[in-house]
Structures are given as C-alpha cells and as structure tokens.
C-alpha cells in the first residue's frame, strides 16, 4: 500500500513566500512544502493570507486553510469549500506588540507627550497642567486573544477600563459590557476608545459619527485608537468630529485602503496619528512552529484552538 506524502501549499499574497516555504519545511519535514503556482498539484492544508479566489478554485480538497494572521475578514469573503477549515493564529505574540502600541498611544495622548515634543523642538521649557486619569476612561472593543491583553495592560497604569463583547465577560479591573444592549452605555463611559472587534457584517462601519459622539458621555474630547480593520472606521465622519473638537484626536493602524493612499487626508491631518498597519505584526518563526502544532494535531482528529466559526465571522 502506498501513502501519499502530506502536501501543504503557502499563497501569501504581500509576504515573501520563501522564508515560510523554508521555515515549513524544516518544521514539518514529512510533508512537501511549496509555494502555490496556478496549476499546482493538489493540497491537504494551505498556510496563507488574502489569497486570491483562483487559489481556493484549484483546492478543493484543501482540510485546512491557515492564516498567518488573527484577522480571517478576507479569507471569509472567499467562496470556500464547506469542509475546509479556516484556522486564525492565536496570539503567536501579538497580543504583547498590540498591548504596547495600544498603551504607548494611550499614554502619549494623556500625558500629552506629542505637546511636549514641537516644545522641546522650539527649544522651550515648559510644564502642562497634569490630568487625571479617571477623566480618561478606556473602552476596549473586542475582549479576544488580542482585546483582553490590551484591557488589562492598560489597567495595570490604573486608568479606568471599560471592555464590550458580544459575551458577558469577566476581567479583574475591567467593566464588562456586552451586547447591543449596553453598546451605547459602554460608549458613554468611555473616553478613550480602542478597536479590537473582527470585521463582520455586524462590525462594519460601527466607528461612525452617531457612536464617536457618544463617548465621554457625549462631552468633547473622546480619543479613537482602531487597530483593528479600516472598514469598523467611516472614514467621512472623522475628519468633521476632529474638526469640532468634539474628538480630541485619533491614533489610526489600519485603512479601508492600504497602503493608505498618497494625499488621503489622514496622512496630513494634525489630530491624527498614522501607523502603516503595524500595531502587531505576526512573528514567522513562532506562527510556523504554531500551524506546524495544529496541522499535526488536525490530521489525527484531535480538537485545535482557533478554528473559525464562518458563521460568527471570526
Ligand atoms: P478574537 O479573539 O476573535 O476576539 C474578538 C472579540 O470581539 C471577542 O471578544 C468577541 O466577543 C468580540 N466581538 C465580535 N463581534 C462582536 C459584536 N458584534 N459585538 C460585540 N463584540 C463582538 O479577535 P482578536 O484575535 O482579539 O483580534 C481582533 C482583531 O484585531 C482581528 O480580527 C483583526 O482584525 C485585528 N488585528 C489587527 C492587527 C494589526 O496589526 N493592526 C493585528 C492582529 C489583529 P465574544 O468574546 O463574546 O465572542
Ligand atoms: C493583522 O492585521 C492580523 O489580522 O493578524
């Protein structure tokens, strides 16, 4: 009887395939590893990230289709086979990077570090009044893998936090909301506002102007930080509640449209902070001895963490 070798292919659209191909093959070194070409012979499992449609068309019998990433928005936009399985990367150490990029931006707003730094460029000494941190209460959207390191990192600097799921959740030193039913209260309580929510049916368009006007119960001087996907955010209703002061300013990750075009008007605009979709890059080494666990795992049946739900949207 003959067995046929396992055969994983990579289709990484924006990433260099090599480096995965090489690092997939020393991890699973009883399987073929190679990056996909149209054509290519059929495959058990996929490591991938956005890949086009004409890659799922030729895989039907694809069991397994893993992301490089915690965001599977794009891949749930594909047709895809019913059996196959879309599988996230859990944490694989991002939700670290997230927390400081969260935090850093939370602390350079609050203690007004930006003010402090065109000071120290005009060659001047000078003090601003402190604030208090139960003025800036923090919302975190989205209490995942990624949301709930974020809560409670920034609880650890003992600002106020406030956490919204779809499920009721409990944190130490985090207010749980959840629901529709209490999004507008979490909102109300909220000063500073951080995205970590999927991009689903249900999410898109959810940072709109009727629900940044909300926060600190509805006072000027809310805060957006979205890292999670450009689509949460209508980019029209930002610039005009900036404008206003009714927000005090935006720290903006991620782009209906990346690389964020040339003369978009976030790139210039004072109040807001632009980062190239960077907050928690996925780490390669550890992502592939992470898929390499899980690829094993699922071929002998046994239960792996992170498998998507296509229904929920993540
Ligand atoms: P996750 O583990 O899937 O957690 C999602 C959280 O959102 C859960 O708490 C879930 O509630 C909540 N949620 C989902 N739909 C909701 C709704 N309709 N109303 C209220 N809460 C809802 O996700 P994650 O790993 O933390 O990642 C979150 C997102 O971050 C990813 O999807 C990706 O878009 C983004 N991301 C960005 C970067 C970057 O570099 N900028 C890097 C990685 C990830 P339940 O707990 O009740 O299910
Ligand atoms: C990055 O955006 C991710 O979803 O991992």
Not at 6 to 27: K, N, Q, S
Not at 61 to 79: E, H, P, Q, S, Y
Not at 94 to 102: D, K, L, N, R
Not at 219 to 224: F, I, W
Request: hydrophobic residues 40%; charged residues 25%; aromatic residues 8%.
């Amino acid at each position: 009887m003959t067995t046929s070798r396992l055969r994983i292919l990579t289709c990484l659209t924006d990433t260099r395939a090599e480096p995965w191909v090489r690092g997939l093959r020393a991890a699973l070194p009883e399987a073929e590893v190679e990056d996909w070409a149209p054509g290519a012979a059929p495959a058990d499992h996929a490591v991938v990230w956005a890949p086009p449609q004409a890659f799922i068309d030729e895989q039907p019998g694809l069991r397994g289709l893993f992301n490089i990433g915690a965001g599977v928005d794009a891949l749930l936009r594909l047709r895809l086979p019913p059996a196959t399985r879309v599988v996230r990367l859990d944490d694989a150490g991002m939700s670290v990077q997230m927390a400081e990029y969260v935090c850093h931006f939370l602390i350079r707003h609050f203690r007004e570090f930006d003010a402090y730094e065109s000071e120290s460029r005009a060659g001047r000494w000078s003090y601003r009044k402190p604030r208090e941190r139960k003025d800036f209460a923090v919302g975190v959207m989205g209490l995942g893998v990624l949301g709930e390191r974020v809560a409670r990192a920034v609880a650890q600097f003992e600002f106020p936090v406030n956490g919204w799921s779809r499920s009721p959740k409990r944190i130490d030193g985090v207010r749980g909301f959840a629901g529709a039913a209490q999004f507008d209260d979490f909102l109300s309580a909220s000063r500073v506002l951080v995205n970590l929510l999927p991009l689903t049916d249900e999410t898109h368009g959810i940072l709109n102007g009727g629900t940044l006007s909300k926060l600190n119960d509805g006072r000027p001087g809310g805060y957006l930080i979205n890292v999670a996907r450009g689509a949460h955010l209508v980019d029209d209703d930002l610039i005009p509640l900036l404008d206003s002061g009714q927000l005090a300013g935006a720290t903006l990750d991620v782009f209906d449209v990346e690389p964020l075009p040339a003369g978009h008007a976030f790139w210039s605009h004072p109040k807001i902070a632009v980062t190239p979709h960077g907050s928690a890059r996925t780490e390669r080494d550890t992502s592939i001895a992470q898929i390499a666990t899980k690829i094993r795992a699922l071929d002998r049946g046994e239960p792996v963490a992170g498998v998507v739900d296509a229904k929920r949207g993540y």
